[in-house]
């Protein structure tokens, strides 16, 4: 009975911490409050180390919705995990993510954002290797790998503003925008921010740490670790707006959020399509993050928060009842089976399509209307319109596999497995997934904004969406001959599937050829340097550059001819400069 404890211990704490948050920032919004507290740890050669606290309605509210998903993961994490023996391992590892969160998240002092920052990586790496086999540990590797390259940006920027006299980053708002030394940490942010919210190059690992635990994906890929970037950049958006790195995060982010709402539509693995979708939302996230619309980009990873946390953990139920398998193809009709849990998965699909009034759509329609009133040019507008189509598409195609087709199992067995405690849990997150979008658009935004579109342009999102609809219904129907014929081009279509060779070249590309390399180092440094630039070795070095010359002297006139016109455009160019 101990080990179950632990749960309820924290289930409490961090829902008691959730309403302590919650009212605080209703009277911080209300009054227009901002708290900023420091202490100062150690002074030295007039470096001074502060630990620093900002509470505004922002980190406020944040941390009441970390705080809130989190004890929900934790009461479902009892059930869940009931055959885990290390249960209070688990939690402790669980609760140690949610604590590094919060110190991110209440930090303007760079050093403190970096201790929660690296603290998310290494628990991360934890959490992902828990179940310990071959895939697991990959899977942590390349996750781990990917997040120490934002870790070392970071670093980095903590050393560069050392330059200036403070790590707290609301102390350079004003002038940051006039000073070029300061655009490093434009910089150094942005691709930290990249790493952590799974962008392109970096979106292989998101995918990958799906070998986690289902209550871990449930925690990390709708409030913490994901999120971890776009409200780094919320926080350092007014001193970044003017930059053209964040033109260049516009065009990735769109591109994100269209490769994995591409590669979702061809992905079996039901934990792996709820993870592509995460990855697209966060490439919406911060693409408008990158247009300037903070508080829009904020409102979505709320909203997103919510009902993402609801899917994975209707997952989780799901491959529990089919034997821990994850693949789609051998399910369906689970609605007969599992009907409470099915009517929390289809609304939360549902309020990830942006169907009017659910949590999805109050933040969803804003950011496409707010694009299609923006100066941008087809591209950018096509890749927001194509990908929220995709995501009415896949949702639609994994509804089918689950909810209406029939069940392909080979096996025979008790299929009703819907448990009250993870119900009881999940009907919390139920009840955010349809409020939250209502609220939050209440309480964020002091005055409307004014959208003035015309009719086709204000319904073009329906338009996309029945479109995805229709052709999310097709192709679940078809069968994979005529899939086959549908795909005619093979090539083009691996490319699309495998998300654009990221994987590959996130694993073999940056570790295969450099270790093969290292290893004729290696093995020529084992024969020793003087045998390698001595000896035998220089009489190699002189032989082969003897035989450029020889070919140099060979009274061939194409070579003279190219070595005068060489000389002479080298002329040109001295003259010009």
């Known amino acids: ?14 829902f008691f911490f959730m309403l302590i948050n919650f009212f605080m920032m209703i009277y911080f919004i209300m009054n227009n409050m901002v708290v900023f507290l420091e202490w100062e740890i150690i002074s030295f050669n007039s470096t001074i180390i502060v630990m620093s606290i900002l509470l505004d309605w922002m980190s406020l509210l944040f ?24 249960l209070s391992r688990f939690i402790m590892l669980v609760l140690l993510f949610v604590f590094s969160m919060i110190l991110l998240i209440i930090s303007p002092n760079m050093i403190s954002i970096f201790l929660g920052w690296d603290g998310l990586g290494l628990v991360s790496y934890c959490l992902v290797i828990y179940y310990q086999n071959i895939k697991s540990y990959n899977a942590g590797m390349l996750t781990a790998l990917s997040n120490r390259i934002g870790d070392v940006m970071i670093l980095m920027l903590v050393s560069w503003m050392l330059n200036y006299g403070s790590w707290n980053y609301i102390f350079y708002l004003d002038f940051m925008k006039n000073d070029y030394s300061m655009k490093i940490i434009g910089v150094l ?45 919320i926080r350092f958006n007014n001193l970044l ?60 990873l709320l909203t997103h928060a919510m009902f993402k946390a609801l899917l994975f953990m209707c997952a989780g139920v799901i491959i529990h009842m089919m034997n821990d398998n994850q693949d789609i193809r051998l399910m369906g009709g689970v609605s007969l ?37 923006s100066n941008l040019n087809l591209l950018v ?11 009415m598409f896949y949702t639609i195609r994994l509804l089918m596999y689950l909810m209406i087709n029939d069940l392909n ?53 329906i338009y996309v969406s029945i479109i995805g609809l229709l052709m999310g219904w097709m192709i679940s129907n078809m069968n994979i001959y005529s899939l086959n ?36 180092l290696v093995k020529n440094v084992d024969m020793g340097w003087m045998e390698m630039y001595s000896g035998q070795g220089f009489y190699k070095i002189i032989k082969f550059y003897s035989l450029i010359n020889i070919i140099f002297q060979m009274n061939n006139f194409k070579i003279y001819l190219f070595s005068f016109i060489l000389w002479i455009m080298i002329y040109i160019i001295l003259i010009m400069i």
């Open 1 to 14: 009975m101990n080990k179950y404890n632990i749960c309820f211990i924290s289930f409490f704490f961090l």
């Open 63 to 86: 941390m009441m919705f970390v705080s809130l998903i989190s004890s929900s993961v934790i009461f479902y994490s009892k059930e869940y995990m009931s055959s885990e023996l290390n």
């Open 189 to 233: 942010v942005i691709i930290a921010a990249m790493t952590k919210s799974a962008q392109i190059p970096f979106s292989s690992w998101l995918p990958a740490a799906m070998a986690a635990p289902t209550p871990v994906s449930a925690l990390v890929h709708s409030s913490t670790l994901v999120t971890a970037g776009v409200y780094l950049l």
């Open 241 to 300: 707006i003017d930059m053209f790195f964040f033109k260049l995060l516009l065009l990735l982010s769109g591109l994100t959020m269209m490769m994995a709402g591409i590669c979702a539509n061809y992905e079996f693995d039901l934990k792996k399509i709820i993870a592509l979708s995460t990855l697209s939302q966060l490439g919406l996230m911060m693409s408008i993050l990158s247009m300037g619309f903070y508080d829009l980009a904020f409102f979505h």
């Open 337 to 373: 089976y599992i009907p409470l849990t099915s009517l929390c998965m289809n609304i939360s699909n549902l309020a990830l399509c942006g169907i009017p009034f659910l949590a999805g759509f109050y933040s969803k329609d804003m950011i496409l209307e707010v694009v299609s009133m």
């Open 381 to 391: 507008f096509y890749l927001y319109y194509f990908s929220t189509g995709l995501t």
């Open 409 to 461: 199992l080979l096996k025979i067995y008790n299929l009703y497995d819907e448990n009250y405690i993870m119900l009881k849990s999940m009907f919390i997150l139920l009840f955010m997934s349809l409020v939250t979008g209502s609220l939050l658009s209440w309480m964020i935004f002091y005055y409307p904004y004014m959208i003035y579109l015309s009719f086709s342009m204000k319904m073009m999102v």
């Open 485 to 520: 014929k549908f795909i005619k081009f093979y090539y083009l279509s691996v490319f699309f599937t495998t998300m654009w060779f990221l994987p590959n070249l996130s694993t073999y590309g940056v570790n295969y050829y450099f270790l093969k390399l290292g290893q004729n």
